[in-house]
């Protein structure tokens, strides 16, 4: 049998993980033991109907239990983590979806309620044993890492990028813009939501992953009245001399070869929507390749905000109890 793991936290990004561990065919390597979430049993019951509708896959309840393919799934409406049954469900890694606790101390109640690891989906503090971008420095995690960030979807999109360029022909300095789903499900609030720009910690948090980029990037996240999908745009200045065939040559390379599954390449004239359920990170859009004066140069990738981040939650996941 795989790993263990409880879902703390079944909103967007929570239900994502569960549908991406079933639509991968993963379930003998991952298996899912218990979700905790603020909601009715009914409730979250319903999600995970809709949720893995067309999947093929059996499902039923009994009582606080979901059974899903044929396997028990523990249910809890527990807003205090330490009270949460992780002991006794014997819980490899607890993937902390709610949000809420995304500090490592708070994240750390899981620890004390019986888990062996915790995984955050958010950018967390200095206290974090590690920040990981799956496909980029996972090679970090060591086996006394108990509290782990998964970074943000911008920071994965923006990691694979980087470390391919960077390593091709030297990053000096770099802006990114990321243009952002809104990650809102009412479509009323959608129609009325004007572009918004927003602070974001993702780009100057490189260095956490990339330890050499502490301070070479920063940028700007601007929101969009779209649900989802999310581009990034970076342009930076190279320390060696290239083209714009040699930057998509070296990502379609390492598409195919190092990152594969995690980094994706496209040549379409595409739009966001052509980008939705991707489970890469990052895309890279080689028809939006600009470089001037051989050496300032501009890339665009594309990431599905939840589906890519949530299937590298699992990859994550997987990688902490393996490392």
């Not at 993963?26 to 809709?50: L, M």
């Not at 952002?180 to 572009?195: G, K, T």
């Not at 980008?275 to 001037?292: E, L, Y």
């Amino acid at each position: 049998m795989g790993i263990r793991i409880a879902i703390n936290g079944f909103g967007r990004i929570g239900r994502s993980v569960l549908k991406a561990l079933y639509a991968s065919n993963r379930q003998e390597q991952i298996q899912v033991v218990a979700i905790n979430d603020i909601e009715s049993f009914s409730t979250v019951a319903e999600h995970v109907k809709n949720d893995l509708s067309g999947l093929n896959i059996e499902l039923s309840t009994d009582k606080n239990t979901l059974l899903i393919a044929g396997r028990d799934v523990h249910y809890s409406s527990q807003a205090n983590p330490v009270k949460l049954p992780w002991k006794s469900l014997n819980i490899d890694v607890v993937l902390e979806c709610t949000g809420q606790f995304t500090q490592a101390e708070s994240a750390h109640m899981h620890i004390l309620a019986g888990a062996k690891k915790v995984l955050i989906s958010a950018l967390s503090d200095d206290k974090v044993d590690a920040t990981i971008v799956y496909g980029v420095n996972q090679a970090d995690l060591k086996a006394e890492h108990k509290v782990v960030s998964n970074g943000s979807c911008t920071l994965n999109c923006l990691a694979h990028m980087v470390s391919v360029l960077d390593a091709a022909m030297g990053v000096e300095y770099g802006l990114s813009t990321t243009l952002h789903a809104y990650d809102d499900r009412h479509e009323s609030m959608v129609e009325q939501i004007p572009m918004i720009p927003t602070k974001t910690n993702s780009p100057n948090s490189i260095g956490l992953v990339l330890p050499h980029m502490k301070g070479k990037i920063d940028g700007l996240s601007i929101r969009l009245s779209t649900i989802n999908v999310a581009m990034l745009d970076v342009t930076f200045s190279s320390k060696n001399q290239t083209t714009v065939a040699e930057v998509n040559e070296r990502m379609r390379q390492a598409a195919s070869a190092s990152l594969q599954g995690a980094l994706g390449y496209s040549e379409e004239n595409a739009v966001s929507t052509d980008f939705s359920v991707h489970p890469a990170s990052c895309v890279f859009d080689a028809t939006q390749t600009k470089v001037t004066a051989g050496r300032l140069v501009k890339v665009v990738g594309w990431f599905d905000n939840e589906w890519g981040f949530s299937n590298r939650m699992l990859d994550t996941a997987q990688a902490m109890m393996t490392n």
